[in-house]
């Protein structure tokens, strides 16, 4: 059994299978699967240890019909939190989501239903966000009084651009279908959004890990950097993942021709 396997995580479920690709299920679908304290303590724990833990990809789904309704309001409204007390809770919801972006570890998120708030800001810290036609994304924010605080004036604005998220929070306007991936909230639309994740992981982790270490950190990292800055270290990252091992019997493949080429189908 993996280690991952053996954890202890509040709301969450994980098995890992042969080839190494982990399943982690959101399981509060009485609620929703939206995001309480503990829950948010799950996911820190967890993916402070996927990047040890030989885990070759990440499929993120939910139990139920729908993914996350994002912040749990109930809890929220009955803790009756202080300023700093949230503050404190939004910090760890941007230390879950870091562990996720910055992991190294390609994660792709199958996602269904609501994806909404802060379900919105979880499924953005994923790498690859697979929706079914039934999916739909909205920021509600305004029209509950409330403001994001879990990552997405970074990573949805990042997908979106700044004046649709604006326009999403002001008004609750509601993506979804084809004009939820011409924005820029997933990438794939399908039926069945599980499946599919589970094949494009499987995908991913064929690639050698080193690159997709790279690929799932270094990028976003660089994105925060100068362009000066980012060039440089771009140039280091090729450095050491250009020359590794796994890829001389890749390389040799591409220059004797038997390596498949890239071609539309």
């Known amino acids: 059994m993996s280690t991952l396997e053996n954890l202890s995580l509040a709301n969450l479920t994980v098995t890992v299978d042969a080839a190494q690709i982990a399943l982690v299920t959101l399981d509060r679908a009485e609620k929703r699967n939206a995001l309480n304290a503990e829950t948010v303590e799950a996911l820190i724990e967890l993916f402070g240890r996927v990047p040890r833990a030989g885990v070759r990809a990440v499929v993120l789904r939910a139990a139920g019909d729908h993914f996350c309704a ?13 300023p700093a007390d949230f503050m404190h809770l939004c ?81 609750g306007r509601i993506y979804k279908g084809e004009e939820a991936v011409e924005v820029g909230l997933c990438q794939y639309l399908v039926d069945d959004s599980e499946t599919r994740a589970m094949e494009i992981a499987r995908a991913t982790a064929e690639n050698p890990p080193l690159t997709n270490f790279a690929i799932c950190s270094a990028i976003s ?45």
């Open 91 to 171: 910090l760890r919801w941007h230390e879950a989501f870091s562990k996720m972006e910055y992991g190294g570890v390609p994660i792709v998120a199958a996602l269904k239903g609501a994806v909404v708030g802060g379900g919105l800001e979880l499924a953005s810290a994923a790498h690859i966000r697979v929706a079914d036609r039934g999916t739909y994304f909205a920021l509600p924010e305004g029209q509950r009084g409330l403001f994001t605080g879990g990552g997405a004036t970074i990573r949805v604005a990042d997908l979106v651009g700044k004046a649709r998220m604006i326009d999403m929070m002001l008004t």
């Open 221 to 265: 990292h660089m994105q925060n950097m100068s362009a000066l800055d980012a060039a440089y270290a771009e140039s280091v990252v090729a450095g050491i993942v250009n020359t590794q091992e796994a890829a001389r019997g890749r390389l040799e493949a591409f220059a004797d021709k038997s390596a498949a080429r890239v071609r539309p189908e």
């Open 70 to 82: 994002g912040l749990d309001l109930v809890e929220h409204h009955r803790e009756d939190r202080r």
